[in-house]
């Protein structure tokens, strides 16, 4: 076959550990073979982090600024084992919190579904996509022990030194207090990347606080992601035949436990905490879930939920044989080289994403899969294959839609 040609490059960003292994495997067997592929790419492995002092980190969220379009593989984020295990001159931060402070986004974060592998919840058909306000309440509280009786109260110095006071409690006893916060800026950037993303995905959009109970802070985000949905976003949703719905956070629980799947659900700070650690676990393995950073001004980085699964990378330098899963991974390349192609037009690369993911479920499907799966699955008698084999066997059922 002629390899498929690209006009504009992807942002690659190179990882660490297992991944860093898997990611040359996913190039080598199953990307350069098909595509000749056009990739600016930035090594975000810890050693040329440390080395460039982490400017590689933000030079790849500026270009990925510049294209509109990234690829990213698990990366370490340093603690003080890693700080000796590298040699670290500093304790650098999360790459994906810098990426995520330079693009302004919201991470989505959706399952990959194949059959034998069933989630927990029986009338769960599609996945669910959890998209999660990643700034503010809880997650930057002040808080206080308050040791005896006394009377506490939020105020508000304005800059011209008035002051607004509002009683929290008269306390008689010991007990404690919390404040917490929140931007309209920030608010508003989730609300519209969660809109365009539903767009993109051609997907209902749920959302939901508890507003009943919190008529001011839950309330204002209620009323934020209405006001944007209406004034920008309401018409496409009913040229897209989808729907934006808000309700109740307790009500959400229940429906989504209820319903089929195949919508968004955007959680504050604290719920998305939860409820993706929950629907990660009920869908069946972190394995098998992907992610992708959207940013409000539309700009994409795709990859696996995942870390760098540092256990089987030490197998792995020992050279013992490792069987770690790539289906996430090989998802995040699929997700962004569609992407280019529907920015570039180019359908042949958008057919080659859908044939990419479908090789990946068909794999599986028939009965070949890694350990984690083979663990799992309700499939008789799989085989559990090595990592490069698993992705060989991939790669056959990819040119078998070729030949
Ligand atoms: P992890 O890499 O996600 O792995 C935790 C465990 O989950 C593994 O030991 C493995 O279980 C299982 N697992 C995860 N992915 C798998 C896969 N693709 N195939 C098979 N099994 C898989 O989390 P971690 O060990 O806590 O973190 C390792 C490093 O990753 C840390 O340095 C952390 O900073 C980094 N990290 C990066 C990102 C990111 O870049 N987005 C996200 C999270 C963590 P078994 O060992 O039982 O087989
Ligand atoms: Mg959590």
Known sequence: MEKIQMTTPLVEMDGDEMTRIL???IKDELIHPFIDLKAEYYDLGL???????????????EATKKYGVAVKCATITPNAARMEEYDLKEM??????TIRAILDGTVFRAPIIVKGIEPCVRNWKKPITIARHAYGDVYKASE?????PGKVELVYTKEDGSEVRELIHNFTGAGVVQG???????IESFARSCFSYALDVKQDLWFATK????????HTFKDIFQEIFDKEFKAQFDAAGIEYFYTLIDDAVARVMKSEGGFIWACKNYDGDVMSDMLSSAFGSLAMMTSVLVSPHGYFEYEAAHGTVQRHYYKHLKGEQTS??????????????RKRGELDGITELMTFADNLEKACIETIESGKMTGDLARITSIEHPTTLGSQEFIQAIRATLESYYA
Not at 92 to 97: A, H
């Open 211 to 218: 507003d009943t109970i919190s008529k001011k802070y839950d």
């Open 324 to 337: 770690t899963n790539s289906v996430a991974t090989i998802f995040a390349w699929s997700g962004a080289l």
């Open 92 to 97: 650098w931060k999360s790459p994906n919190g």
């Open 180 to 186: 917490q916060h929140n931007l309209d800026n920030s």
């Open 23 to 25: 990611w040359q495997m």
């Open 144 to 148: 206080m022990i308050v040791d005896g």
């Open 47 to 61: 050693e040329h982090r440390n080395e460039t002092n982490d400017q590689v980190t933000i030079d790849s969220a």
